[in-house]
């Protein structure tokens, strides 16, 4: 039985986050979309919900895997990658999963990758073969060499891991890239992908069975459609009958079109659309039969 389903019975929904850094802002605005509202402690630790009995954690992002796993929280937002990294090295010690990813998040992308000298010549994960690879993700890397077949050393370091092979400390690194800037400022070049990372927010395997169910149940709705949202527009125009079938396969990323009542002789339509509605897209539209053309933003929908 896990931690999880040993906890006492609450009424009271805790969601960890990070207290500072990258994913802290989005993951507050994300709530506070939700329809959250807090009152803050005096130590800006804790805070305490107000429009609904969903109370906040502000931790490292490294804490929030153990505090969900010890049933302290209840939900989370973090990398993907840190979730990853402290689930795969509970497994390779023979801990179960007592955590989960339940939604990508939309915010906070990035990958980890390897990342060689520059004057490399690479040609496959082979050339890894009796390597040192300096990481801050151990349990990740140790996993996938073991799937690649490879035998390579991994040295663990907690920061600055991407100055690892100057200093001869390894030959090469495997570490979170977003723009790729750093790599070149300390003439690295990635080579291989490990993980596709963004926000993600955790939960536990195990729902509970007191009042908190109704409450994740409820957070996890409206989540969904704000995430949904954040890309959202409402597509509004007119068209003749004949065009709407080739508007159609010009809108794969939208809702069915909605027809509304008719316009003296064209059809007058709308759909949510999910994807980016670029101005070559909305070009590309009218030179297909659109008219008209309004994009709406969408404040909130429940699907």
Known sequence: MSATQNAPARDRLRIAIQKSGRLAEPARSLLTACGLSWRQSRDKLFCYGESLPVDLLLVRDDDIPGLIADGVCDFGIVGRNELDEQAAARRQIGLPDTYQALRGLNFGQCRLMLAVPEEWDWQGVQQLAGKRIATSYPAILTDWLAAQGVDAQVVELSGSVEIAPRLGTADLICDLVSSGATLAANQLKPVETLLESEAVLAGPVHTPDDAR??????????????????DSKLLMFRAAAERVSELTRLLPDADPLEQLPDDGGHLRLQTMCHGALTWQRLEELERAGAQGLKVLSVERSLA
Not at 213 to 230: C, E, F, I, P
Request: proline share 0%.
């Open 213 to 230: 169910a109704g409450l994740m149940a409820m957070l996890l709705r409206r989540l969904d459609g704000v995430v949904k949202q954040q």
